[in-house]
């Protein structure tokens, strides 16, 4: 019996752990995407100036 408790405790901390490298991941993509929306928007901006394009 003592064999059975250890390996649910790493099941569920290996569960645990693939949900939170995907939550880090979706964090991760979420903030490329706002970051290059932002620069876009820079961009689009600078080049509204007549001297830049």
């Known amino acids: 019996m003592t064999m059975r ?3 649910r ?3 569920l901390w ?3 752990l ?3 490298e995907a939550a880090v991941d979706h964090v991760t ?3 490329h995407r ?3 929306r932002h ?3 820079l961009a689009a901006a600078d080049c ?3 001297a830049r394009c």
């Open 29 to 31: 993509e979420m903030a």
């Open 48 to 50: 509204r100036l007549p």
């Open 34 to 36: 706002m970051l290059a």
């Open 5 to 7: 408790k250890p390996s």
């Open 39 to 41: 620069y876009a928007r």
């Open 14 to 16: 290996k569960a645990e």
């Open 9 to 11: 405790f790493i099941a």
């Open 18 to 20: 693939k949900a939170a």
